[in-house]
């Protein structure tokens, strides 16, 4: 099954269609594995950048969610 990480500014992370948003980055994967790896890289070099796992579902994996999935913890 596919996964796609959206990342980027958060302001065009929050709209619904940031899929079309020219400050949004698309990257695919086949496994969540590699999908949940490639968005701890991207926290870890910029922790203000927004994040988004989308599955073959159509399923999204943000926020607090993504953030426990990746195992940080919230203060």
Do not use: W
């Not at 996964?3 to 020219?22: F, I, T, W």
């Not at 796992?53 to 195992?71: A, E, F, P, S, V």
């Amino acid at each position: 099954m596919p996964y796609d990480v959206y990342y980027g500014d958060p302001v065009a992370m929050s709209n619904r269609d940031h899929h079309l948003d020219h400050r949004v980055s698309t990257e695919q994967f086949s496994t969540e594995f590699e999908a949940l790896n490639r968005a701890r890289e991207i926290l870890e070099e910029d922790d203000c950048t927004a994040i988004s796992i989308r599955d073959g579902n159509g399923n999204h994996l943000t926020g607090l969610r993504l953030q426990l999935k990746l195992g940080f913890l919230c203060d």
